[in-house]
């Protein structure tokens, strides 16, 4: 990998900027990281990116990536050991599962920030165990999702399966519940130090926080 110099804008326990810390631990590529307070954001963040969304590379102080995929894939590109499938057919379809987790966490999103009855709530989680019974249908007795080793893929429905004992609490449900596989899955990925290392130890606790301000249905 040439000499490069990476500063991630990011916040605390925002998913798409998990994705890209997991992979640059993984990578044990160094970096710079600052995080913002998305209820606050810098002047300087609409300069950095059109969307004003974190995660946010910047590269060698002038070149500047933004949407997290984008930034693993290239992230991915310019280091060694990639955590995508060489062959080309595989990388796609991992890439296609990447997106239907995305749709599971825009659902987790709605739970947060839109949802303001209990019918609506109800609603979200049979959407969510709707897509999480696909998945289960789909793993092997494997550890990971397609294969046997750790895969951006697995990276990704980590960082779902972390809000699931907080959203558990808020809605009285277990989204994990008749879904073995998926269970099994989360639990090996939780013990993995990137994955962990990829928020703060008191993640449940800051997240508890972040929903709360919603003041969505969840908070009662
Ligand atoms: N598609 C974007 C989504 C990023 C995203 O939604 N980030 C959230 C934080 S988790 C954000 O910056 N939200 C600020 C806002 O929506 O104004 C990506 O993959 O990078």
Not at 53 to 82: A, G, H, M, R
Request: charged share 20%; glycine share 4%; aromatic share 10%.
């Amino acid at each position: 990998m040439t000499q490069q110099n990476f500063h991630l804008i990011g916040h605390q326990i925002c998913p798409y900027v998990q994705r890209v810390v997991i992979l640059m631990i993984e990578k044990q590529i160094p970096y710079l990281r600052t995080d913002i307070d998305l209820d606050k954001k810098p002047d300087w963040l609409s300069k950095l990116s059109p969307v004003k969304k974190v995660p946010i590379l910047v590269i060698n102080e002038k070149q500047i990536l933004f949407e997290s995929d984008v930034i693993c894939q290239y992230l991915d590109t310019v280091s060694p050991n990639s955590l995508y499938p060489k062959n080309t057919f595989l990388k796609a379809s991992h890439c296609a599962w990447i997106a239907f987790a995305t749709d599971i966490l825009n659902l987790v999103a709605k739970l947060i920030y839109q949802d303001k009855s209990l019918n609506e709530v109800n609603k979200t989680l049979v959407s969510i165990e709707n897509k999480l019974t696909i998945i289960e249908s789909r793993l092997s007795d494997n550890d990971g999702f397609f294969e046997d080793g750790f895969y951006m893929v697995d990276a990704v429905f980590a960082t779902i399966f972390r809000y699931f004992h907080v959203l558990g609490l808020l809605t009285n449900s277990n989204l994990f519940c008749g879904l073995p596989r998926i269970l099994k899955w989360h639990n090996g990925l939780a013990k993995r130090q990137s994955i962990q290392d990829a928020v703060p130890m008191n993640y449940d606790e800051l997240l508890l926080n972040f929903i709360k301000k919603q003041n969505t249905y969840i908070t009662g």
